[in-house]
């Protein structure tokens, strides 16, 4: 063999750059759409090859609705999802619905049931299945993969004309690998993810694939993520879960608001209400360095604040001997009561409750219908469930989800500026983007082959 036969890159008909929701289904699509409805007959078979950094496939699929995966959600439509430009995701999610998801899915042999909240978890619980049934279908489709495989490079091949004419008129790729190999694609699909959950191969690296061809980014956040507050004050708390609504306020300005079971942590808030409002904390705090960012609690919010004030009050004339660590026990948690009057009245908790003023009453009884915490940021990408930001949607045509600039080249999942609300949405956008971007990719071949 010649060093320049050694060194011809191998040609491949379809890349798909990660293995993940969106890749997997993506390279499936593929595979379907030239089979099923695409393919001259004399056209042979379609070459796929997965590229995936991990030494498996689906890892984050594996860690999602702790570990039981949270497949989709029965409310995931376009008002659900936000970005840049939220519209964008009509295009995959019109295409490809939560019925045709399931569908997908139950055609490989999972049966699944909608939970609370619209959550749609498979009936055995096991997010292993899901990995494993994506897996089988990818043999039987004969599609190729390689793991622990990282993309270094991605750049279009000028082609060769002849006088005014290309020799080649479908497009060409390039990809250079970290271990040295060179591969060749017509059509190369990014399903890298974001830089959420950077231990299970969401790095980024999608982006600087992508950003040397032209292609804009949206600057990535965490999203899905918990909050930390000002002071340690939550420290206290540590540990202390609550049902309670959610109101975030910039400045003098209500910004976001939600309500369900806050869990206190030493170093700010956790819960699904928590996470819901990470994303905006991420934005508005990038956006605005000057205006503070606070949250507030109402720890009761099935009691008016003056419904509150005369339960205290009746407390204190029965017991007004009873101490203040005592004032606010069986109206919320102890630990939360002793936080709430030394917050409120910078007391001493032995103090016996009947030196209190009416004008302190009312004061521990609007604490406890805004338990005030000033919001620093969110954890870190780590920490997170999602990217908000990414891959700027308008170099994207939402129709299939091929680059505006690059002929070819698609996107699809997390790695785009798209990103959804907490309980199976990202999921969803991965199955259905990676659906559009596969079988738009199995088109544009069929059209280049014929």
């Known amino acids: 063999m010649t060093e320049t036969t050694a060194r011809r890159p191998r040609r491949v008909d379809l890349i798909v750059v990660g293995g993940g929701a969106a890749g997997l289904l993506a390279a499936i699509s593929a595979a379907r759409t030239w089979q099923e409805q695409a393919a001259p007959p004399q056209s042979g078979s379609l070459n796929i090859l997965i590229l995936e950094k991990n030494d498996k496939i689906g890892r984050k699929i594996l860690a999602t609705g702790n570990g039981r995966c949270n497949l989709t959600n029965a409310l995931a439509v376009p008002a659900a999802y936000h970005g840049d430009d939220p519209r964008f995701c009509r295009g995959a999610l019109h295409r490809y619905d939560v019925s045709a998801t399931l569908d997908f899915f139950l055609d490989l042999g999972l049966v699944c049931r909608e939970e609370e909240d619209g959550r ?32 270094t490079s991605l750049a279009p091949v000028e082609p060769v004309f002849l006088g005014s004419q290309p020799l080649e008129k479908a497009p060409h790729w390039r ?82 608001r939600e309500s369900g079971e806050v869990l206190f942590t030493d170093y700010g808030l956790s819960g699904i209400p928590v996470l819901q409002l990470s994303r905006t904390v991420s934005v508005s705090l990038q956006e605005n360095s000057v205006e503070p960012l606070r949250i507030w609690l109402d720890l009761l919010p099935e009691w008016t604040e003056a419904a509150i004030e005369a339960r205290i009050a009746h407390r204190i004339s029965q017991n007004p001997a009873l101490h203040l660590s005592d004032l606010l026990t069986g109206l919320v948690h102890r630990k939360i009561g002793g936080f709430i009057v030394r917050e409120t009245l910078h007391a001493n908790l032995d103090q016996p409750v009947r030196t209190l003023s009416p004008r302190q009453v009312k004061s521990l009884a609007r604490t406890i219908k805004q338990l005030e915490l000033t919001v620093t940021g969110t954890r870190d990408f780590s920490q997170a469930q999602v990217t908000a930001g990414g891959l700027d949607c308008r170099d994207f045509l939402p129709d299939c989800l091929e680059s505006r600039l690059k002929p070819g080249l698609f996107a699809a999942g997390e790695l785009l500026d798209i990103d959804g609300d907490c309980g199976g949405f990202n999921l969803q956008w991965a199955w259905s983007s990676g659906l559009l971007a596969g079988a738009s990719a199995a088109r544009l071949l069929t059209r280049l082959r014929s």
């Open 120 to 151: 749609i978890y498979p009936v055995c619980q096991q997010a292993a299945a899901v990995v494993d049934l994506l897996t089988h279908e990818i043999e039987r489709l004969h599609i190729s993969i390689q793991t622990q495989q990282t993309v």
């Open 175 to 256: 990809l250079g690998l970290a271990d040295g190999q060179i591969l060749d694609a017509t059509c190369v699909i990014l399903a890298t993810g974001g830089q959420a959950s950077p231990n299970l191969g969401s790095d980024g690296s999608g982006y600087r694939l992508a950003q040397p061809l032209g292609h804009r980014l949206v600057e990535p956040l965490p999203a899905l993520v918990q909050l930390t507050t000002a002071g340690r004050k939550t420290v206290s708390m540590s540990g202390i879960r609550v049902e309670c609504g959610l109101t975030l306020v910039l400045g003098n300005q209500e910004i976001g």
